[in-house]
């Protein structure tokens, strides 16, 4: 079995979360042959080559982030100090294509290929989430959506993730499989 994991970060909690899944579906899979990769370097033969597609990113706004809300989070994350690396990320995912960029570009495929939706989120009232929007985007794409969208707490907008967050995203990417 082929998966790969397409997954945008500005902080780097989605990113740990995608990582994590990663490892439950070798834990669950050893045999299983895993890409994991950020939203920039997956291109259309990567997505046709995947028994399995994952999808997630960051909730901005209420649903799956977008330019603006992207340059909005560089900038904030410029602000802070001590914050080095996750200043350097948040800039790198800004400016390059984030998802909802990426689905125009993604291809549709035939019914029987299988994907799945995450998000990272506060656990706020009203903070809405990402995985939704992906998992109708995905199904728009004649993908059979799997399992229900899934999100991961986040306990403020940069992180750091929940304790037990990185467990349930292994477990969750066990599951898939």
């Known amino acids: 079995m082929h998966t790969v994991i397409v997954y945008e970060s500005m902080y780097g909690n989605t ?3 995608a990582e994590a899944i990663a490892e439950g579906v070798h834990q669950a899979d050893p045999e299983a042959a895993v890409d994991c990769m950020p939203v920039a370097e997956v291109d259309a033969a990567l997505t046709r080559s995947a028994d399995l597609l ?6 901005h706004l209420r649903g799956m982030s977008s330019g603006l809300s992207r340059r909005m989070a560089a900038v904030s994350e410029n602000r802070k100090e001590g914050h080095e690396d996750a200043a350097a990320e948040a800039r790198e995912t800004a400016e390059g294509p984030g998802l909802r960029s990426w689905f125009h570009d993604l291809p549709k495929t035939e019914p029987g290929t299988y994907a799945a939706a995450f998000d990272t989120r ?3 009232p009203g903070a809405g989430g990402a995985a939704e929007g992906i998992a109708h985007r995905l199904s728009s794409h004649h993908y059979d959506v799997v399992a229900e969208p899934e999100g991961f707490i986040v306990e403020s907008t940069d992180g750091p993730l929940r304790t037990g967050e990185l467990d349930r995203a292994r477990a969750w990417g066990a599951g898939l499989v």
């Open 54 to 59: 994952v999808v997630g990113g960051p909730t």
């Open 15 to 17: 990113r740990e979360i």
């Open 122 to 124: 506060v656990a706020t």
